[in-house]
């Protein structure tokens, strides 16, 4: 709180400076600095101890709200029985797929709230590291990609990561850090937006940031932030959400803020030591 919006609470709480019309407001004598504060009233035990009890009941009522589980987790088979009530990027409660740690979630419910749980998941797979490595890459596009779709994108990702492409990155041909330096790679969804569905596809927006560049003591290519927002038209193919195409554009993005920014040894270590999410709408 700023120091005029402090000024403002304090007006409207009834402790600025003005009385209102009508009434009288009589100066007591401040004070003495030196004897201690004015003696008050002594408030009566009882009442004291029912406010305690009061506040204890309440809190103890919004924990158990706050807790309370909607207990149906299978409700809504239909992709479009269930958009959610709230606003589009609220969450719902509902369970990530269950998953191997350092895999790429999969089994996703058939509605919409999966197929914004499988486009988020994607997204970050599709923004990570491994992308820059040939084998590695194939392999999530294997995950992710409808089955017909797989080669195409083999294809023309090849074409995007190429040896150039990773040397001006500060990358070795493989896609991988040299001696010193920490790559960093990393999607982070911010939210998702369904804007179409049919019994077996959906349409869905995923607002994201992103991290990219070397980090190491002499690195010319630094961590920087950006933002941007990926489309994926989702297809319903065996019992899972697959990507058919996804495309890419930037924005929207905040003002930039006026952090310190880390040094290379701080980045390397938060790299190393901090690891991503399930995300689940």
Request: proline share 8%.
């Amino acid at each position: 709180m700023s120091p005029g919006d402090e000024q403002g609470y304090r007006d409207y709480q009834g402790y600025g400076d003005h009385p209102e019309p009508g009434q009288t407001r009589t100066r007591l004598p401040d004070p003495d600095p030196y004897g201690g504060a004015p003696r008050r009233p002594q408030r009566s035990s009882s009442r004291s101890l029912i406010t305690v009890v009061g506040v204890v009941v309440l809190l103890i009522a919004a924990i158990a709200f706050a807790n309370r589980g909607d207990g149906d987790e299978s409700a809504g088979a239909s992709v479009k029985s269930d958009h959610p009530k709230a606003a589009a990027t609220a969450p719902t409660g509902t369970k990530p797929v269950t998953t191997n740690p350092g895999t790429i979630p999969s089994g996703f419910p058939h509605t919409t709230q999966g197929a914004q749980s499988a486009a988020a998941n994607y997204a970050v797979a599709l923004g990570s590291a491994d992308m820059f490595n040939k084998p590695l890459r194939d392999t999530i596009l294997q995950a992710v990609m409808a089955p017909s779709q797989v080669a195409g994108s083999e294809a023309a990702l090849d074409k995007a990561y190429t040896p150039a492409f990773a040397k001006s990155l500060g990358l070795n041909d493989g896609g991988t850090a040299p001696k010193g330096y920490t790559f960093v790679s990393r999607t982070s969804p911010i939210g998702t937006k369904v804007t179409e569905t049919t019994a077996d596809s959906a349409t869905v927006e995923v607002w994201c940031s992103g991290l990219l560049g070397l980090a190491g003591e002499k690195s010319t290519n630094p961590v920087t932030n950006s933002w941007f927002t990926i489309t994926m038209k989702l297809d319903w193919v065996a019992g899972d959400w697959k990507i058919a195409t996804h495309s890419q554009k930037e924005g929207p993005a905040p003002v930039p803020g006026d952090d310190r920014a880390s040094s290379s040894e701080e980045m390397s270590k938060a790299v190393d030591e901090y690891g991503g999410f399930t995300y689940a709408r």
